[in-house]
Nanobody, 119 residues
């Protein structure tokens, strides 16, 4: 059974920083991509950043230059370093993974971690 366990959310002031982590566990054969999505109240879930198994990154325009995604392949862990946080960054952040598990390609989600930005 594959699980994504997130940590690192919390309350931060505008302009502050947070680091999110997401560890994938289970019988994972190969990770294609890992990434972060977020969902604010009343809004649709949106992509924040993704990183491929080869290290290619992709960012939403709204976070470019402020957020950095990275991964530790040996630990099946992805990180999101968030700097210069703004009120509009407040949301539940979800870890997402596309991976081959038991010979099948699947998409997996974490339970979400809350990021609150106060002024």
């Amino acid at each position: 059974q594959v699980q994504l366990v997130e940590s690192g959310g919390g309350l931060v002031q505008t302009g502050g920083s947070l680091r999110l982590s997401c560890a994938a566990t289970g019988s994972i054969f190969s990770i294609i991509t890992m990434g972060w999505y977020r969902q604010a109240p009343g809004k649709q879930r949106e992509l924040v950043a993704t990183i491929t198994g080869g290290g290619v990154t992709n960012y939403a325009d709204s976070v470019k230059g402020r957020f950095t995604i990275s991964r530790d392949g040996a630990k099946n862990t992805v990180y999101l370093e968030m700097n210069g946080l703004k009120a509009e960054d407040a949301a539940v952040y979800y870890c997402q993974m596309q991976a081959v598990v038991q010979f099948s390609l699947g998409q997996y989600w974490g339970q979400g971690t809350q990021v609150t930005v106060s002024s």
